[in-house]
Each structure stands twice: as C-alpha cells, then as structure tokens.
C-alpha cells in the first residue's frame, strides 16, 4: 500500500495496463498463435526485487502467492492446492501444489519461509514491512528487536507452510494474493549475491510470465510466457512487449501507426476519443485529497490548521463535481470519503462501502457554509492573516492535472476566504516526498491507493503513529474504533464493518483529510483481446487468462 504519493502517481503505479492484440494479424496468423502484445509503460521498471519493491502493479503476472487477485478483487487459485483455518482465525496451514520456478526447480514451503524473513529483515528496508503486521512478531522482527526466526512462518514440510497470527486479519486471504507475499527461491538469491534481482537473467518466477531483456535500467522489456508455471496450459499469451513512453501524445502517435495496442488518454484528449468503440476506462482505488499538518512549525499556521471549523470550510468550498468533470476531466469519480468506490461490500447486505459512509456537511459544495466556518474557525484562533503553503508533485506522468488542482484550491480558498493566502509549491515527486516524511509542509496534494479491497487499506492510514501519517492526525475516538476493527471485532464481520463505517463518518466529521477525487483511467483499446482481469486494488492487471480472438 504504497502510496501516500503526490496527486495523480496512481499513474505511474499502473504501470502496465491493457492486452490487446498486436494489430495488422490476419487470421491465419492468429490461429498460428501470434500471441504478441505490444504495450507501453508510464515508467522504467525501478525494481524486481519482492522485497525491495515500492508498487506491485504488474508483478502479480510473474510472481504467484499462495493464492491470486482474480476478479473483483477476489483471491482465487495459486500456489495454495489447499489451506485451512483455525476456529479463532489465528492460524492458516497452507499445503502447496506441485509446481515449479520457471527455471524448473520445485517450489517449496521453505521458499516462503526465506521470502517473508528477507523482506522483513531491518537491512533490507522493505517500504511494505508494515503489511505484515498481525502476523506473530512482525512486528518485532522488522524493527530489529526480534531473531527472524521468531517470525509467524514456519515450514513443517516440503509443501506446508503454516502462519500464526497474533489477531485474526478477516482479509487475509485477498492479502495472500498479493506479490509481497510470494516466495523467493533462496539457491538463486544466494548464488547471485549483490546481483540478484538486478537483472532480469538473475531472478527466478513463480508466476505465469517471466520477465526478459531488463537490465535494470532500460526502457523496453518484455513478459514471456513461463513454461514450467503449474497452470501453463490456460496461459494464451506468448509474449508482452513492454516500452516507456514520457507522455500521452507520444503513446497515442504509437498507437494509431499500430506500434502499441493501447494508450492512456491524457485529460485533453479524452473529449477527442470518449466516443470512439476503442475508448474503455477503467477505475482504480486511488484517491487524491488535501493533507494537513498538525504539527507545522509555525505556532500560528498550527492553530488554524489544528481547528476543525477551517478544515471543514476548505472541504465544503471544493465543488467535486466542477473539479471532478471540468478541471480533471476523464471521467473522474467524486468519492463520497477517504475510502474508494468499488473497493469492498457489506458482508451482511453487500452495500458499498461508499454508500454507507456518506456524510451530510462534510463534502457537499457549500460557500455559505464554508465562509461561516472559516470565520468561526478565525474568531477561536483569533487569527486574522495566514498564508499557506499546497506542497504538491510536478512529475505525475501522463495525466497531468495536478496544476490545474491546486490552481483551482487556490483560487476557490482566496476567493472565499478573507485573510487566506495560498502559496504553491510544486517540486519533483521524490522531493514532495521527502519533505512530507520530514513535516516540512502546510498543506499538501496527496494521494492513497489501496493495495487489497478492504476498507482498513485506507483507513489505517490516518491512525497515530502510522508512517504514512504525515501531518500527524491524532483523533482518540478514529484511533479506537480502527483499533476495535482491527483487533476486538477482527472475527466478527458485521460488527468489524460497523466499526469501519463508524471510522469513517469520524474522519470526515473531523476533516482529518480532505477528500477530492478518485482516479478514473481512460485508454483506446483493440477490441480483439478477451480475458483481461482489471481491479481497482492490488495487483490491478491480471494477464494470466487474456487471449487474442
């Protein structure tokens, strides 16, 4: 769950998307299983190592858990032939089918065992560590203050793994599907030392693809199917071609003289081809907001930030849907909270949670309102005059919005608001991200997208003391009821649902973040590709299935 990110780096997350068909084959060639797809990339692949890696968009494809993401988000056949639970939910025994890494060694327990201990290793500085928490001493071994040994995984044979938990996690299963979790082959770690994971010819696969022709640093790469993969036989595609490409207009030149199979549409050139049969869109459970820091530097700055009446006023003067349709564009979803549309249901009624954690007066459009707050807020810090500062990316890839959303917070904030300055700062991502890890920020454009579809992908991000909690929101009452979800009421669904629901209307109630929109991807894609898997969470594309008609 990686994510905390400038606006709109969900792009670069989604790093591969679409399989569609190499154009120009006629039907013979097809039939002779020219099996070729030509796609391109928002970004150099940064790493193929598991344990090392900041995104785990594409790697479900070449790395394979005990299960896989399938459709809508559901955990479906993987290394697991079978697992079984325990009656309290603390404890998983795994028994794996006979398979095989591409370069034919067996699979085996241990390889987990290794994979899990690696990543958790305090030297291997795993941006996912937290992830497992709630498997027994996690926790302790990440920090460095317990002997990996110690970790909830053990081996018992060549084909059983069993996980102790130190509390029921009601997703477990849907987080098993995800390639963090997946094994490492120890033999080959240790014959390539230093180098493994460096190349693509020095890291083995689990998955249906192996990974070709990376470098390290290069542009072009490729997914070729793995032969020794268990399930190999339902894999259609030969062969995914993969390039970099730095902007829209540049992958759309590409697909229309037939060299990709598909582009994502920037904002602009959606209301060219939003009419075309080759427009798709597909959502993704990222969701951009405005941060604050409660614990700015500046004692005047703090007081108005730490009043819940301005952060109130700055959600209701945001028109969502003006921002949502006219300044973003492309079909961007307005979300009803911190938590995306479409990520997780109701286990009782299988309500979206979207739907249930709507909130009146929190992001409704409402200037009347916004300006009464905004001097309730200045009356209580008796504050007259303040500027602040948006903290916000430059380099956010092809979708280009983030001027246009912080000029549009600018200028609403100003207008509203007598007294307020708002004052850009737009730098590099990495830059940006330096400078929330260090607080040095008032507000900020940020963003979060959940890595598996359950609701507490988001919402354990605001708790206190989380890493990704930047501006250091600290509410007791969120705290509990997140904590009540995540530990009393882990094994009971319906009350943990509650407990979420209830998390959520807090937040938005407290305006611990301000939501602003959810992203919507637009693309032109060759109707002659079946099978694609895409979710909004997770590994979003599965190729496993896909298959040119």
């Known amino acids: ?11 670069a997350l989604v790093i591969l998307v679409g399989v569609l068909s190499a154009c120009g084959q006629n039907s013979n060639q097809q039939a002779a299983t020219k099996q070729v797809l030509n796609l391109p990339a928002s970004a150099a692949l940064d790493t193929i190592d598991l344990s090392k890696a900041t995104g785990y968009g594409q790697t479900g494809n070449v790395f394979e858990s005990f299960y896989r993401l399938g459709k809508n988000g559901k955990a479906t056949a993987g290394l697991a032939k079978s697992a079984k639970v325990s009656a309290d939910g603390k404890q998983y025994t795994f028994t794996l089918r006979n398979a095989k890494w591409s370069n034919g060694d067996p699979i085996t327990a241990q390889d987990f065992v290794y994979s899990w201990r690696r990543t958790l290793n305090p030297k291997t500085k795993s ?5 497992f928490e709630g498997i027994q001493n996690a926790t302790a071994v990440s920090q460095g203050k317990m002997a990996a040994s110690k970790l909830g995984i053990k081996a018992t044979d060549q084909h059983t793994v069993v996980v102790t938990l130190d509390k029921a996690i009601p997703y477990f299963k849907v987080l098993m599907a995800y390639p963090l979790f997946a094994p490492q082959n120890q033999k080959v770690a240790e014959k390539y030392g230093k180098k493994y994971a460096t190349k ?7 998955g249906p693809f ?67 049969k080759a427009y798709i869109q597909y959502p993704y459970s990222y969701v951009s907001y405005v941060g604050y820091n409660f614990a700015d530097s500046d004692a005047t700055k703090r007081k108005v930030l730490n009043n819940q009446d301005i952060r109130q006023a700055f959600s209701l003067a945001v028109n969502r849907t003006q921002l949502a349709q006219k300044v973003i564009g492309d079909g961007t979803l307005i979300p009803t909270g911190f938590v995306s549309t479409d990520l997780a249901k109701n286990p009782t009624t299988g309500k979206d949670f979207s739907v249930e954690q709507k909130r009146g007066n929190t992001m409704s459009y409402d ?10 807020g200045l009356a209580a810090t008796g504050v007259k005059k303040v500027s602040l500062t948006l903290l916000a990316a430059n380099d956010n890839g092809s979708d280009q919005a983030t001027s246009k959303v912080t000029q549009y917070l600018k200028g609403q904030w100003e207008k509203l608001f007598p007294g307020l300055t708002i004052k850009i700062q737009a730098v590099p991502s990495q830059i940006a991200l330096t400078d929330r890890q260090k607080g040095d920020f008032d507000l900020t454009l940020a963003g979060w997208g959940a890595d598996f579809n359950d609701p507490i992908s988001f919402l354990q991000i605001p708790t206190t003391g989380t890493s990704y909690n930047y501006g250091k929101y600290n509410n007791s009452e969120y705290n509990q009821l997140v904590d009540s979800a995540t530990n009393a009421d882990a094994n009971d669904p319906a009350k943990r649902w509650r ?50 008609k």
């Open 367 to 376: 200037e009347k309102l916004a300006q009464q707050k905004w001097q309730t």
């Open 200 to 206: 693509s010819q020095y890291m083995v696969y689990s």
């Open 210 to 276: 192996k990974i070709t022709n990376w470098k390290g640093t290069n542009n072009k790469w490729s997914f070729v199917k793995n032969n020794q993969y268990w399930d190999k036989k339902v894999v259609k595609l030969q062969k995914i071609n993969f390039t970099v490409v730095e902007n829209a207009s540049t992958s759309l030149d590409l697909y229309q003289s037939d060299k990709f199979d598909l582009t994502q549409l920037s904002s602009e050139q959606v209301a060219t081809y939003k009419n075309s």
């Open 1 to 11: 769950m990686r994510k905390l990110r400038s606006v709109l780096a969900g792009a």
């Open 127 to 131: 941006p996912y560590a937290y992830l």
């Open 499 to 548: 407990d979420l629901v209830s998390a959520s209307h807090v937040l938005l109630d407290d305006q611990g973040i301000t939501p602003l929109y959810q992203s919507v991807y637009s693309y032109l894609q060759r109707s002659s590709v079946k099978g694609i898997i895409h979710n909004t969470a997770g590994t979003q594309w599965n190729y496993k299935y896909t298959y040119i």
